[in-house]
Antibody
């Protein structure tokens, strides 16, 4: 059974960083691509970037370039997203979602990140 | 960036009636090497993560009821719910995964009339 299980909610101060994990199971991690998407209260979905797991190739959205870092650990089939220099506008639910080939993405449960002083 | 424009923003449909959602991309999402449209549809219920319904514009994900169908090619796509059920109340998103940055439509909220 395909599963993506994300780490728990985070409350962070402005200017700090947050790291969200996404542990996968039920599919061949090395044959996937994992994207990170956030959703604000307005419900719009915003793409942060993705990693092609097998090659390690990473693409970031220009808006987040320099502030986001996506990595993966092949030994535990886990992907990570770290966002730095947090501000209040980064308050959102962060999702990981895995593409298995080109057949659309399967999503984790989401991680609430709240940035507040 | 490829801009995805969904319409309408919301619609109310009677139980058993048809619901139709449109999605237009600013550039073609047809991948010429395999003639597949890299366009997916997701359903998101309150408090849940998006669920994959349709990929390649018209292929239904395993386990998705056949009242959901997708059509279109190139830049114009449609998601149809042929006979709306109470459990279909949700927000629906189109998503292009042809070109980075990957982008999403703004969502269509479907409610019962």
């Amino acid at each position: 059974q395909l599963r993506l299980v994300q780490s728990g909610p985070e409350v962070k101060k402005p200017g700090t960083s947050v790291k969200v994990s996404c542990k996968t199971s039920g599919f061949t991690f090395s044959n996937s691509a994992v994207q990170w998407v956030r959703q604000t209260r307005g419900q719009r979905l915003e793409w942060l970037g993705w990693i092609v797991v097998g090659s390690g190739k990473i693409t970031y959205a220009q808006k987040f370039q320099g502030r986001v870092n996506i990595t993966r650990d092949m030994s535990t089939s886990t992907a990570y997203m770290e966002l730095s220099s947090l501000r209040s506008e980064d308050t959102a639910v962060y999702f990981c979602a895995a593409f298995l080939g080109s057949t659309g993405a399967h999503w984790g449960q989401g991680t609430q990140v709240t940035v507040s002083s | 960036d490829i801009v995805m424009t969904q319409s309408p923003d919301s619609l109310a449909v009677s139980l058993g009636e048809r619901a139709t959602i449109k999605c237009k991309s600013s550039q073609s999402v047809l991948y010429s090497s395999n003639n597949k449209n890299y366009l997916a549809w997701y359903q998101q219920k309150p408090g849940q993560s998006p669920k994959l319904l349709i990929y390649w514009a018209s292929t239904r994900e395993s386990g998705v009821p056949d009242r959901f169908s997708g059509s279109g090619s190139g830049t114009d796509f449609t998601l149809t719910i042929s006979s709306l059920q109470a459990e279909d109340v949700a927000v629906y998103y189109c998503h292009q995964y042809h070109t980075t940055p990957l982008t999403f439509g703004g969502g269509t909220k479907v409610e019962i009339k």
